[in-house]
């Protein structure tokens, strides 16, 4: 079966935010071109139960509540891996195989910081 990368609405929204920082000097169609990279993901939406999913693993692991909305969508969508800049999340999800691929893009100085 061949892979296929399913994406969170919040974190597409998160993706842009992030991106209009001023820090980035980003505009809106910058962020346009980025979305659009994704045009051929799934995506998978907010609905009533998703939040209460989120909240749950919240509480078990005392995280904040996107990182658990982050983890309740993986494993919504019965991903196979969990792919986060988040080396802490690795341990929060149910999903197979957590993996972290943005550290090798860091110097290890700044891996605190990604």
């Not at 346009?32 to 909240?55: N, V, Y």
């Not at 986060?84 to 290890?108: W, Y």
Request: contains cysteine; glycine residues 6%; aromatic residues 6%.
């Amino acid at each position: 079966m061949p892979k296929v990368t399913i994406l969170s609405g919040q974190v597409l929204n998160e993706l842009a935010q992030t991106l209009l920082k001023p820090r980035f000097g980003l505009y809106l169609d910058d962020v346009r071109e980025a979305r659009c990279g994704f045009k051929h993901c799934p995506i998978l939406t907010m609905d009533l139960s998703l939040p209460l999913r989120a909240i749950d693993v919240c509480e078990r692991h005392g995280r904040w509540y996107c990182d658990g909305l982050i983890v309740a969508t993986a494993e919504r969508g019965q991903c196979a891996e969990l792919l986060s800049e988040d080396v802490s999340m690795v341990s929060l999800t149910s999903v197979s195989k957590p993996a972290i691929p943005f550290i090798p893009l860091c110097r290890k100085s700044d891996v605190h910081h990604c």
